[in-house]
């Protein structure tokens, strides 16, 4: 098992950056793919995006392509969400999740999740 812990959400204007993280504890951290998914309020949790056990492979959602990075640290046992050009919308609270699979948009993949972060962006 992993345990997974998010770190960095906070309030920011739109236009603004934040990057969270997600430090993971437990069974080695270079076993899983790691993923970012959102909540917002009265909304289904969505795919952010995800990165592959090593780092070779990432996926974006098309609405965050061009603003958020995701990367990881094997030898930190992390992974990061950086978010550049925020908007209004993309107001939620942020879980980094692990899977034992590909690292795939499909939440039902990710065994392991984080108790999330809460990001505000406001305009």
């Known amino acids: 098992q992993v345990q997974l812990v998010e770190s ?10 934040l ?5 993971a504890s437990g069974r080695a951290f270079s076993s899983y793919a790691m993923g970012w998914f959102r909540q917002a309020p009265g909304k289904e949790r969505e795919f952010v995006t ?3 056990r090593i780092g070779a492979n ?3 959602s098309d609405s965050v392509k061009g603003r958020f990075t995701i990367s990881r640290d094997n030898a930190k046992n992390t992974v990061y969400l950086l978010m ?3 908007r209004p ?3 939620a609270v942020y879980y980094c999740a692990a899977s034992e699979g590909w690292g795939t948009p499909r939440s039902v ?3 392991y999740w984080g108790q999330g ?4 962006v406001s305009s």
């Open 89 to 91: 919308e993309d107001t």
């Open 50 to 52: 995800a990165i592959s």
């Open 19 to 23: 990057t969270l993280s997600c430090a």
């Open 84 to 86: 550049n050009s925020l």
């Open 109 to 111: 993949e990710y065994a």
């Open 8 to 17: 960095g959400g906070g309030l920011v204007q739109a236009g603004g950056s």
């Open 117 to 120: 972060t809460q990001v505000t």
């Open 58 to 60: 990432t996926y974006l």
